[in-house]
């Protein structure tokens, strides 16, 4: 041990001296196990059948004050903090010594009597005590917390001590999972699992991670959506199938993106993307309920409301109402690349106007779309697994959701002419050989597999960590993501 003490600090020395000094004197730092009767929150809840009776709670200690025959310390657990009472002559001269060495951060099991004190505070007057873990390290100075955003997401063990609205965050997000399974099920979907590692990376536009199998001796992608196994599913019979997974995406890093990220997608048989609108805005609306209780929220300041029925609007109408620009009479690529240099949009020199486009409605109008929107209408040139409108063929049945001016969910009536696939495919594969990285790849098994048939299908893609995002009133990304992608640390 002696050999890695150049690592260490002054006050992690003396730490150390002190670990030393227990098991010299026989004391292990470092238990096997602890059984604890209840958590600090049990016993504030119950505290009326509780008080007067034995209890043993298990947590790291957050505060320390010694009165010289008494100590009172504040341990932390998952449910909160309660105040442990010890008093020498109940723990014993030797326990109590042991006590008083006690650092900030050690772990450590009380048990004792449940009683309220002078003061009025719910707390555990000690019989015994127990040295859990040894705390070596001391932890961020108590009074301000842990601030620096750098240290929060590269050690998040430490965010989550100190930042209990941290540890709030990330309990609502395993609550907003739940209940999204939770109404799934309620509506017959089946929950399966689909391959990370693909041959053929599809399902999104995206530049995806590649790796490289050995005993095979081919290249392999983590996928960058979950979309075209799943509709292989719908294929072999399964009606309503949902799958909630990690996508992974070789992209930049922003308060909206992270390379790692979780998304939930469903498909269900003989539907279409207007049930699908119906079954999205029912989904969202249970969850915002059930973790809020309530149906309008703050986000950043804007009072969102997740009330029935959400905004719709065609994207070439929402083009026009925000950028003043009508593309119903802009027919042509040409045409559509003239406006778009007049409007001072950077665009692709091959962009078609379908691309254009869409590039409009990303630049004028997403940011404008606040509370939740359905934008429907998308071309098929930005929409290669959708189905064609029966009246308009050169747009898709899809749509997507915005909230706060982020697309939240995209759905669409699947597309399930193997004819038209392949050709899309191919169409992509042209975009990929001139320079477009982001450009689907040529899946024949997928096209195979359309040719045995594909009922009449609706899908929906929905971005967890987003959803988490709006309903925690968190501004990036990464404080809903336990760990987020960082840069690694120059040492």
Request: hydrophobic share 40%; net charge negative.
């Amino acid at each position: 041990m002696d050999g890695h003490l150049d690592n260490y600090n002054e006050l992690m020395l003396i730490r150390m001296e002190k670990l030393r000094d227990m098991r010299k004197s026989g004391v292990e730092p470092y238990a096997d196990r602890y059984d604890r009767s209840h958590t600090s929150a049990q016993i504030v809840e119950n505290f009326a059948e509780l008080e007067g009776q034995e209890a043993s709670i298990a947590g790291r200690i957050m505060s320390k004050r010694d009165q010289g025959k008494v100590t009172f310390v504040h341990i932390q657990d998952m449910d909160g903090r309660l105040q442990a009472y010890i008093r020498i002559d109940e723990v014993g001269t030797e326990t109590f010594e042991l006590i008083t060495t006690f650092d900030i951060g050690d772990i450590i099991g009380v048990e004792g009597a449940v009683f309220r004190t002078r003061r009025g505070e719910i707390s555990i007057r000690a019989k015994k005590v127990d040295l859990l873990a040894k705390s070596l390290r001391p932890l961020p100075e108590k009074f301000h917390g842990l601030t620096n955003v750098e240290i929060r997401y590269r050690q998040r063990y430490l965010d989550l001590i100190m930042n209990t609205e941290v540890r709030e965050t990330f309990m609502i997000r395993s609550k907003i999972i739940r209940t999204m399974r939770e109404y799934l099920e309620g509506k017959g979907f089946l929950e399966v699992e689909t391959p990370t590692l693909m041959t053929i990376p599809g399902g999104a536009a995206a530049k995806p991670f590649i790796t490289h199998h050995n005993a095979l001796d081919i290249d392999l992608y983590l996928r960058i959506a979950l979309e075209l196994p799943l509709k292989r599913l719908i294929v072999g019979g399964f009606e309503k199938v949902f799958e909630i997974g990690r996508n992974f995406r070789n992209e930049g890093i922003s308060i909206k993106h992270n390379p790692e990220f979780t998304m939930m997608e469903l498909y269900q048989a003989y539907a279409n993307y207007e049930d699908i609108m119906e079954l999205m805005e029912d989904m969202v609306v249970y969850i915002v309920q059930k973790v809020h209780n309530r149906l309008e929220i703050d986000y950043q300041g804007e009072k969102i409301n997740f009330a029935k029925p959400w905004n719709r609007l065609q994207m070439l109408e929402a083009i026009k109402l925000y950028a003043g620009v009508d593309f119903e009479s802009i027919l042509t690529d040409e045409d559509a690349g003239k406006v778009a240099k007049e409007k001072g949009l950077v665009i692709k020199k091959d962009d078609n106007r379908g691309k254009i486009i869409n590039a409009f409605f990303e630049e004028f109008v997403e940011p404008k779309l606040i509370q939740p929107t359905f934008i429907i209408g998308h071309p098929v040139e930005v929409s290669p697994l959708a189905k064609r409108n029966a009246l308009r063929p050169e747009y898709t049945d899809r749509f997507e959701v915005f909230i706060y001016g982020r697309e939240m969910g995209n759905a669409f009536s699947e597309l399930n002419d193997p004819i038209d696939q392949r050709e899309r495919f191919e169409k992509q594969v042209i975009e990929r050989e001139n320079g477009d990285e982001e450009a689907h790849m040529m899946d024949e098994d997928f096209v195979q597999a359309l040719e045995y048939g594909l009922p009449p299908t609706g899908g929906l893609g929905v971005g967890i960590d987003r959803l988490v995002m709006i309903l925690t009133d968190s501004a990036s990304i990464r404080d809903v993501i336990l760990f987020p992608t960082m840069r690694p640390r120059e040492e």
